[in-house]
Nanobody, 124 residues
Framework: QVQLVESGGGLVQTGGSLRLSCAASGRTFSTYTMGWFRQAPGKEREFVATINRISMTAYADSVKGRFTISRDNAKNTVYLQMNSLKAEDTAVYYC??????????????????WGQGTQVTVSS
């Protein structure tokens, strides 16, 4: 079992930046595909970004060019750098891990373990 702990959420003004972190347990973190998802009030959880073991990445169209996912295998941590934040980015952000597949995936069903979530609120 892999445990995930997110941090870095908070309140920021429109146009501001935040960096989310997700620390993972497990000795084989470098082999995992990691993902970020988010869920706004009254909406379904949606894909944000993903990165696999060779740092291939994919992004939702709504965040492309503003968000960057990265990983530090020495620290068992994945990051989500969020720039030019908009009110519509307000959501609970979840980190997730796929321990079985090497390919990136935008589908939440592909991921095996999830963090508890961290709130991001963008005020206008």
């Amino acid at each position: 079992q892999v445990q995930l702990v997110e941090s870095g959420g908070g309140l920021v003004q429109t146009g501001g930046s935040l960096r989310l972190s997700c620390a993972a347990s497990g000795r084989t973190f470098s082999t995992y595909t990691m993902g970020w998802f988010r869920q706004a009030p009254g909406k379904e959880r949606e894909f944000v970004a993903t990165i696999n073991r060779i740092s291939m990445t994919a992004y939702a169209d709504s965040v492309k060019g503003r968000f960057t996912i990265s990983r530090d295998n020495a620290k068992n941590t994945v990051y989500l750098q969020m720039n030019s934040l908009k009110a519509e980015d307000t959501a609970v952000y979840y980190c997730a891990v796929d321990v079985h597949r090497a390919l990136i995936s935008t589908r939440s069903e592909s991921y095996d373990y999830w963090g508890q979530g961290t709130q991001v609120t963008v005020s206008s």
